[in-house]
């Protein structure tokens, strides 16, 4: 909005500051954006490995379960 009511008063290194006072402000916003997604990235990366992780637990519970049943009916 500074930009705009600045390029009224015909002060050319006046509206060039305040226009590259904005685009440093930009930058600064796409860099912390991108930052950001990347670090969702990563954090969406660690709860697939997580997930697998208990699924193959899971898995192996389940698998130790039916050879204690099998030695238990064997037993019987």
Known sequence: MTARAA???LNQTEVLRIADDAR???EEAKI????????????????VIAIAAI?????????????LDKRLEADS
């Open 55 to 67: 699924g193959v637990t899971i898995v192996a519970l389940y698998l130790l379960k039916r050879e």
């Open 7 to 9: 390029q009224h008063t």
């Open 32 to 47: 912390g954006a991108e930052a950001a997604v990347e670090a969702t990235v990563v954090r969406r990366r660690a709860m």
């Open 24 to 26: 440093i402000a930009a």
